[in-house]
């Protein structure tokens, strides 16, 4: 917040214009987009402030970054606001606190507020400043928070790739080695029509000449660096992802793999599957020329269920031939990752 203050005592010094847009963005959709852009293109320097309630589903934090990603050239506030949502014209009292709160995170002076809103007039004129209405009557772009909020799939194509990837669910498929999960992630990214995420853990191996004959010496380092370039790939996906995301492994199964080679349980803060489809070893193993772990399947099959039930999180076992996997896998999604809500 120093540096944002600084950058407004250097605008009033050299007598810029400055401009505020504020609100819930809750969340942020191109109806807000087409607001900021216009309000930047009419002022020397933009402040955007969310204000977040502390009892609203996505953290204003994760607004607020959303915002400063799709707004590089605008200086976007995280403002916790505890204040009431609305009140009438002629309650002062109301409009006093609004204005002290706008204050304490823009104290220089603010020369146009920009809103979409019928409140806007009322709140420059009391900040002091001009009022310019953009789009009130949503004509440019269609769009509320509150449709996006009910149907966000409906309106997906309203949001950011960022946001969007907020709503998409993650399938995740674990279990031990040679138990189909890579040929059944393919399988099911071409059903439901969308992205996949290849087990970057097998390229880490086969880049470090992992085989049978030469095992690679792993150490922690290797598998947080797999935890995170795993997530990294995860979310990437799920910007372009359609409803969910088939993941072949992600960072909890990293945890298990990390405790079958180093006897280390650990936990890596990763976002959590909304589904974790545990392949099962019923299937024959099938050697080629890296995979060390045929007598550990059983295993690591009870070491996944232990460490899902542990955690709490959904998870369907997926057993059987080629076909039975599939359509278990099929029929786990559409129950749990796809069900409305």
């Not at 310019?132 to 004509?139: E, H, K, L, Y």
């Not at 935890?227 to 993941?247: D, F, M």
Request: charged share 25%; with cysteine.
């Amino acid at each position: 917040m120093a540096s944002d203050l600084a950058r407004l005592i250097r605008i009033r010094r050299t007598g810029m214009t400055t401009g505020l847009v504020f609100g819930k963005f809750y969340p942020p959709h191109r109806g807000h987009k087409h607001l900021i852009d216009r309000a930047a293109t009419l002022c020397d320097h933009l402040t955007v402030m969310v204000m977040a309630a502390g009892n609203e589903d996505i953290p204003g934090d994760l607004r607020t970054a959303w915002l400063r990603e799709t707004h590089p050239n605008v200086t976007v506030l995280h403002t916790p606001y505890a204040l009431r949502q609305s009140w009438p014209e002629e309650d002062e009292i109301s409009w006093a606190r609004f204005t002290a709160f706008v204050r304490t995170y823009h104290p220089e002076r603010i020369d146009r507020v920009f809103t979409s809103e019928w409140y806007g007039p009322s709140a420059a004129r009391r900040l002091g400043a001009e009022h310019v209405s953009v789009d009130p009557q949503r004509r440019t772009v269609p769009i509320s928070s509150t449709l996006v909020r009910q149907s966000p799939w409906r309106y997906a194509a309203y949001l950011e790739p960022c946001v969007r990837a907020y709503y998409v669910k993650r399938v995740v498929l674990c279990g031990a080695e040679s138990t189909g999960k890579t040929t059944l992630a393919q399988e099911l990214a071409q059903i439901f029509e969308t992205a996949w995420v290849t087990e970057y853990g097998r390229e880490f191996s086969d880049a470090a000449g992992h085989t049978i004959e030469r095992p690679h010496a792993w150490r922690p380092e290797d598998f947080a660096a797999i935890a995170g370039e795993q997530e990294r790939r995860i979310g990437n996906a799920s910007r372009s992802a359609n409803r969910l995301v088939i993941c072949d492994t992600d960072a909890l199964a990293t945890q298990v793999w990390q405790e079958r080679y180093l006897g280390e349980q650990v936990h890596y803060p990763y976002p959590r599957a909304h589904l974790y489809l545990l392949t099962d070893p019923g299937i024959p193993f099938v050697q080629d020329g890296t995979r060390d772990g045929e007598r550990y399947r059983a295993w690591m099959t009870q070491r996944f269920r232990d460490v899902l039930a542990a955690e709490g999180l959904p998870f369907s076992e997926i057993s059987g031939g080629r076909e039975a996997r599939r359509g278990a896998a099929i029929e786990a999604i559409e129950r749990h990752a796809l069900r409305p809500g």
